[in-house]
């Protein structure tokens, strides 16, 4: 059931707000599915129950410090040195096709029709902290030597 109402939704904004569909990144981070059926407050992860709440946003986030590694697809070459910065070993020269990679995406937002995942907006801004909290340390690492 769940399957077809999501694939039911008429446009962007209907899939967007559909139970068990926000909220990825914190849901990927707490080890459940991405979009998965939804149960009022509650979605399936795995094979327990979790509520999408302040605490579970929160410690989702949080999870983002104990990562080896954070890089952002939207800065890319920044993220391929920061690796090699970090676990060694030389950037190998291969074709990669980013052309999905920018910030402003050409996914059109203007369809969400003012539709924000809370959820996520906040782990994405503890992604980009810890990221660029990560590039100014090597940059400042450089500094000294």
Do not use: I
């Amino acid at each position: 059931m769940y399957k077809r109402q999501v694939r039911r939704a008429a446009d962007a904004a209907a899939f967007a707000s559909a139970p068990g569909v926000g909220a990825c990144y914190a849901k990927m981070l707490s080890g459940c599915a991405c979009a998965t059926r939804a149960n009022g407050t509650r979605v399936a992860c795995g094979d327990r129950w979790a509520r999408v709440d302040a605490g579970f946003v929160a410690r989702a986030a949080g999870r983002v410090d104990a990562l080896g590694f954070v890089g952002l697809l939207e800065a890319y070459n920044a993220s391929r040195c920061l690796f090699h910065r970090r676990f060694g070993g030389a950037p190998r020269a291969f074709p990669v096709d980013r052309s999905h990679a920018q910030r402003d995406s050409p996914w059109p937002e203007a369809e969400l029709r003012g539709w924000v995942d809370d959820a996520d907006e906040r782990v994405w801004a503890r992604v980009l902290a810890r990221f660029e909290a990560d590039v100014a340390r090597e940059l400042a690492r450089d500094a000294r030597v």
